[in-house]
Structure formats: C-alpha cells, structure tokens
C-alpha cells in the first residue's frame, strides 16, 4: 500500500475503497500491522515470551500466556497478507479504548461491506483462545455478492 505495508493483491482493491470511504466520512484511519513473514512473527512472539519471563513467568507458562497475546509463528493471519490492525490516527495505542474511537465504530459498522470482519472482538476470547484485540479489522474474504 501506500503507507509501506503489504496486503494480498485480492484484498488491495476493497481495503483501498474502505480507507477511502472512512476517509470521506471524515474520518483519518491508520494501518499499523499488515502482512509479517514467518522470521517477523518469529521475533514477536519470542520478545513476547521473554518479556513475560523477565516479569517472573516461568518459560512453559511465558509460551502458554504468549500464545494468547503473540500468534505462534505459521498461525498469524498477519502471514496470510489478510489481516490488518488499523486504528485512528488520533489514538494509536490498542487496548480497549481504540474501541471507543471514530474510526473503530465506523469499522465495526461498515467493515462487512468490503470484505472485512473484526476478527478478535471484546468478550469472545474464550471462543478464540485469542485475547481482544481492538483496532483490528481482521480478515479479508470476498465481498459479499452485489457488493
């Protein structure tokens, strides 16, 4: 994209319309995260890991508690080029409030319409395994016919 990131050819085209339509809302919406390779993903998850160990977490349950945070390497959507974090530009930080912003509400209502879901959304993490992770609009499909 224009911003440095990658994203699956088949998802450009709607992702580019949804910044654009969030944009003419008025809105300013950033892409943060996008597609990471294996070694990318491979570095997270072990700073993840050694950040819990230097907190006091034992290594077995520094991975269990990463793998809940972090995807473990090969399982990241991000590694698909399908999945994107994107936040407002007002308020980049990913924790709950993201939620609370414009451009987060926007996403959560118009997303769906080019192809894109909240793929971790708050309260769902037992169903997951995954934690909540506000300002993601996640995973692109193709757009629902007569879209």
Known sequence: TETGHAVDSR???DLQEMMDAC???GLDPKICSSYRT???QQELYENKIQRLMDEGYSYERAVEEAGTVVAVPGTSEHQTGLALD???ASYQVLDEEQENTQVQQWLMEHSWEYGFV???PNGKSEI???IYEPGITGMWA???PGK
Do not use: C
């Open 11 to 13: 998802a450009y085209p």
């Open 23 to 25: 944009r003419a809302a």
């Open 38 to 40: 294996q070694d990318k």
């Open 86 to 88: 994107i936040v407002d």
């Open 118 to 120: 909240l793929r971790y």
């Open 128 to 130: 997951t395994g995954i």
């Open 142 to 144: 193709a757009r629902p």
